[in-house]
């Protein structure tokens, strides 16, 4: 069985309504999820994400590849066109103990406008009293490449016929040492890895009626079939449960997740970057994979490890993934706290004071580098100095939620001599205000408040 890369393929074809697709293959990639019924042509299409309690982020953080690959310089000018991850990604699946879905009234009720595209709760695992449970998990496998788009199969009768058909400079297919008949497969020669691939977990969970605890670990390397792309995430959770005398429950949950992911360039290009939009402009009749020492390609001569350069576009897309480097690193930290109080019990009153808070906060460094070999820095040179070298931190990004509830119940005396029933009444305080429902003779009024600060992708402040 292939165990679940994130959160949203867990739920892939298992929740009615849910559209869940891939943004692309790259390892580590994200996931888009919308869920049916949104209606909205401008506001953001992507669910709420509640874990433990805690409103987390889901932001997806451009790398800055734009300012090699140009894809925001067409028509769509959002740069969210890099091969960005959606950030729940750095949650470990092996911790999920249940996912639900909000929709309409139910979402909003309780989170408000935010909750216009749904709301996906998860639920991690918690202790339960016992002896000690040990859980050891040991994955190991491979990638390969799932669909491949082929090549028109051409053949040519000489160099000079293939110099003449796509209007190279004659001699240009002799260096390559062209032969009638003979066609390379340049998609194998991009996806070449099948490397292992391993993912360890391991987890304890037990206690006592008062004190329970739920801990674990990941260690996963995850290569992929591109040189220099692969994904690698360290996550420790630590869930911890206190009763202290029988009216006080004290609940802790924290996650420390840390990833490194290599995505390589694969998605939107307008520079002729990316290694599939150079493909469709380049023919399979020349060998474009590095040189070797005793080399029988003219245009090799000299220059061992190197690439050749594609005559038919601005880029050797073999050039580029063997020699680009694509490093995004996140540190992020998760925890949630909740207290739960009964100050009031007996058989005429009840009365329970509930509270939630927790903080979303993460840290993400995106290197990239592009050599000045590469051929396509020579066209993009304009002072002469070629080679590209970006780097970007985007800060302390910080979350904030809170919910608090006051919950009472009354019992009057007389009701309860005559067994004639009970009268409940629900408090709880809500942000926008209080709302009051009469049905069957109950009286709740519900409530909820919260807060969000969180900081954006760039300097300033952004909140949702």
């Excluded at 220099?228 to 997740?257: E, H, P, W």
Aim: charged fraction near 20%; aromatic fraction near 6%.
């Amino acid at each position: 069985r292939v165990p679940a890369a994130s959160v949203e393929q867990q739920i892939q074809g298992k929740v009615a309504g849910a559209n869940i697709q891939a943004n692309s293959g790259a390892p580590g990639g994200g996931m888009q999820v919308e869920l049916r019924g949104v209606t909205s042509i401008n506001a953001v299409a992507k669910p709420l994400y509640v874990i433990d309690g805690v409103i987390v982020s889901d932001i997806a953080i451009p790398s800055n590849a734009n300012a090699v690959t140009a894809a925001s310089g067409g028509s769509n000018p959002s740069l969210t066109q890099d091969n960005q991850v959606n950030r729940i990604v750095d949650l470990n699946p092996n911790d999920i103990e249940s996912i639900e879905i909000l929709q309409g009234p139910s979402a909003a009720a309780i989170y408000g406008s935010q909750a216009s595209s749904g709301v996906i709760l998860i639920t991690t695992k918690r202790g339960r009293a016992g002896r000690p449970q040990i859980n050891v998990t040991q994955r190991f496998g491979f990638s390969d490449l799932a669909n491949r788009l082929g090549f028109r199969p051409r053949d040519f009768s000489s160099a000079a016929e293939v110099d003449a058909e796509f209007g190279l400079d004659p001699g240009t297919a002799a260096s390559y040492n062209y032969q009638p008949g003979v066609s390379y497969d340049l998609e194998d020669a991009l996806s070449p890895r099948n490397a292992l691939s391993y993912e360890t977990s391991a987890s304890i969970s037990g206690g006592t009626e008062t004190t329970r605890y739920f801990a674990s670990g990941l260690w996963k390397d995850d290569e992929g079939v591109m040189e220099n792309t692969g994904f690698d995430k360290q996550s420790l959770r630590l869930n911890l449960d206190q009763a202290i005398g029988d009216r006080l429950m004290l609940q802790v949950s924290t996650n420390l997740v840390h990833s490194v992911a290599r995505r390589g360039v694969s998605n939107n290009d307008n520079a002729g970057v990316s290694p599939f939009m150079v493909y469709a402009f380049t023919p399979n009749v020349f060998d474009l994979d590095q040189c070797l020492e005793s080399d029988p390609r003219s245009v090799c001569a000299n220059v061992a490890g190197s690439y050749p350069d594609n005559p038919f576009e601005r880029s050797n897309p073999l050039e580029t993934i063997g020699m680009m480097e694509s490093d995004e690193g996140v540190w992020r930290l998760i925890g949630s706290g909740r207290v739960e109080w009964d100050p009031v019990r007996s058989t005429k009153h009840n009365l329970k004071i509930l509270g939630v808070g927790g903080v979303d906060r993460f840290h993400q460094k995106n290197e990239l580098l592009f050599p000045p070999e590469l051929q396509f820095e020579e066209s993009r040179s304009t002072d002469g100095l070629r080679g590209t070298s970006l780097l970007s931190k985007q800060g302390d990004n910080l979350g904030r939620s809170g919910l608090h509830n006051d919950r009472s119940q009354h019992v009057p005396h007389h009701e309860q001599r005559n067994g004639a029933g009970t009268e409940q009444c629900e408090r709880r305080n809500q942000r926008t205000g209080e709302r009051a429902a009469a049905a069957h003779g109950e009286l709740e009024c519900l409530s909820a408040r919260r807060g969000l600060d969180q900081r954006g992708p760039v300097a300033g402040k952004h909140c949702r």
